[in-house]
């Protein structure tokens, strides 16, 4: 059973940067698909950015052109640069593994929150005005 574990979260004023990161608890699981998603306080979870085995990402349209995703294959560790950053960001930001759905769609890989099967615990980040 792997492990997701987030790190990166804080508090900054609006423009500037954070960089989260997730950590696997073994290197050398494999995955179809890597996902972020944040879900803030009365909302529900929704994707942010994913990326999958052969490196394509899709983004939500709110973050595009400010934050990247991107995952270190050597040890499975996956990145979100957030740039620019706006209050309307400030949620809990968690990342998820799905090791069971070979291909999704655009759609499916930010949509479909049922389809990762592994989730972190989650980091917040708060940006204020």
């Known amino acids: 059973q792997v492990q997701l574990a987030e790190s990166g979260g804080g508090s900054v004023q609006a423009g500037a940067s954070l960089t989260l990161s997730c950590a696997p608890s073994?290197?050398?699981?494999?995955?179809?698909?890597l996902g972020w998603f944040r879900q803030a306080p009365g909302q529900e979870r929704e994707g942010v950015a994913t990326?999958?085995?052969?490196?394509?990402?899709h983004y939500a349209d709110s973050v595009k052109g400010r934050f990247t995703i991107s995952q270190d294959t050597n040890t499975n560790t996956l990145y979100l640069q957030m740039n620019s950053l706006k209050p309307e960001d400030t949620a809990v930001y968690y990342c998820?593994?799905?090791?069971?759905?070979?291909?999704?769609?655009?759609?499916?890989?930010?949509?479909?929150?049922?389809?990762?099967?592994?989730w972190g615990q989650g980091t917040q980040v708060t940006v204020s005005s």
């Open positions: 998820a593994a799905d090791t069971l759905t070979p291909v999704m769609t655009a759609a499916q890989a930010l949509g479909g929150v049922h389809l990762y099967n592994y």
């Open positions: 990326i999958d085995n052969d490196g394509y990402t």
């Open positions: 073994e290197s050398t699981y494999s995955s179809y698909c």
